[in-house]
């Protein structure tokens, strides 16, 4: 039972690269996020998901994409990364979906991500 | 718009001393869930407590402790006779209709021997 997949694990781009995280679920949950960790401003929330086809903007959403075709897997994408992206960048799901948010999240491990 | 504030950056204490940690919380939703998560220094994140905005009853597992207080909107969280394995970042959080989970910036607990 794998749970939530994050890969990389580490990453170093250059200003202006861009890239894809990708994160997959075996859980069948509705719900997926991505939020990113910065030092004393805790977790914050780049985008989230409901369901297959339907993203939304979570807090910080500018310089990040997503999309949800299929129910497992939800990447975000760096369209052209920037130093101020530096971050480790979490995905989470859970069994809520449209309806109902109640549910504990579970997360991925985390991916580093450097830009120089 | 919904907000956790962890006032406490950073708390140091001896192990098997009792230690709270505080969470206010802003929220103009009369239904809504918190949470409280665990972050050890390997990093995963750790789920530790949900509560329902509708159940103001505290709860006790083992060695923790949660007070939820509406008149206060609080929702704090103690840890009795703290272990060195208490040592992590520990989150806050709230949801509200959609399930946007917004986090608190965390509080920094170090126990030491």
């Known amino acids: 039972n794998a749970g939530v997949t994050q890969t990389p694990k580490f990453q170093v781009l250059k200003t202006g690269q861009s890239m894809t995280l990708q994160c997959a679920q075996d859980?069948?949950?509705?719900?997926m996020s991505w939020y990113r960790q910065d030092p004393g401003m805790g977790l914050r929330l780049i985008h989230y998901?409901?369901?297959?086809?339907?993203?939304d903007q979570g807090e910080v959403p500018n310089g990040y994409n997503v999309s949800r075709s299929t129910t497992e897997d939800f990447p975000l994408r760096l369209l052209s990364a920037a130093p101020s992206q530096t971050s480790v960048y979490f995905c989470?799901?859970?069994?809520?979906?449209?309806?109902?948010?109640?549910?504990?999240?579970?997360f991925g491990n985390g991916t580093r991500l450097t830009v120089t | 718009a919904q907000k956790v504030t962890q006032a406490q950056t950073e708390i140091s204490v001896v192990e098997k001393e009792d230690v709270t940690l505080d969470c206010v919380y802003e929220?103009?939703?009369?239904?809504?869930?918190l949470f409280w998560y665990k972050q050890p220094p390997s990093g995963e994140l750790v789920f530790l407590i949900r509560?329902?905005?509708?159940?103001?009853q505290n709860e006790i597992s083992g060695r923790y402790s949660w007070n939820f207080q509406k008149s206060t909107s609080s929702f704090n969280f103690t840890i009795t006779a703290s272990q060195v394995v208490d040592s992590a970042v520990y989150f806050c959080a709230l949801s509200e209709a959609g399930n946007k989970l917004v986090f608190g910036a965390g509080t920094i607990l170090r126990v030491k021997s």
């Open positions: 989470a799901s859970s069994y809520s979906g449209r309806s109902s948010y109640n549910s504990p999240l579970h």
């Open positions: 998901s409901v369901g297959a086809g339907i993203t």
């Open positions: 929220t103009r939703d009369t239904t809504y869930y």
């Open positions: 859980m069948n949950h509705e719900y």
């Open positions: 509560r329902n905005s509708f159940d103001e």
